[in-house]
């Protein structure tokens, strides 16, 4: 399955032919990678993500935009990496599957920081997260 094939006639009009982004409509998905800490950050997939299975999971929930939730698994993982590739992740013919995509080490892995926003809660601390 082609994920660049589907990318273009699924998520292009919103996110640019490559990933590059299309204002206002869709934010840029490539690029960005060392800008987080620069006074204009650039979140991207390559950029901001920490996982890998986080950016399939949230294509197959949210994407496409006018109809989310109806992109197949196979199509998720071809659209996935194709993006991971665009982003200098994996190779341009890597075949991700559920194994390997949890084997992917994002960019960002070790410094993602949690949302500063007010409106989002810090989950509560169990007894078993304290061990």
Same mark, same amino acid.
């Given at each position: ?17 490559s ?9 840029a ?5 060392? $800008?987080?800490?620069?006074p ?23 994407m496409?935009? &006018?109809?989310?939730g $109806?992109?197949?698994? &196979?199509?998720?993982?071809?659209? $996935? ?9 994996i190779?341009? &013919? ?15 892995? &070790? ?13 509560a ?7």
């Amino acid at each position: 399955m082609d994920g660049e094939v589907i990318y273009r006639s699924k998520y292009a009009s919103c996110h640019g032919a490559s990933g590059e982004g299309v204002r206002p409509f869709g934010q840029a998905l490539v690029g960005g990678i060392g $800008t987080l800490a620069s006074p204009n950050p650039v979140k991207t997939i390559g950029s901001y993500w920490p996982y890998a299975t986080s950016v399939w999971d949230y294509i197959h929930r949210a994407m496409p935009y &006018d109809r989310p939730g $109806t992109l197949p698994p &196979d199509e998720t993982y071809a659209v $996935t990496s194709f993006l991971l590739y665009r982003n200098g992740i994996i190779q341009h &013919d890597e075949v991700l599957t559920q194994e390997s995509l949890a084997k992917v080490r994002m960019p960002n892995r &070790d410094g993602f920081v949690p949302d500063p926003h007010p409106d989002v809660r810090k989950p509560a601390r169990t007894s078993q997260s304290r061990q």
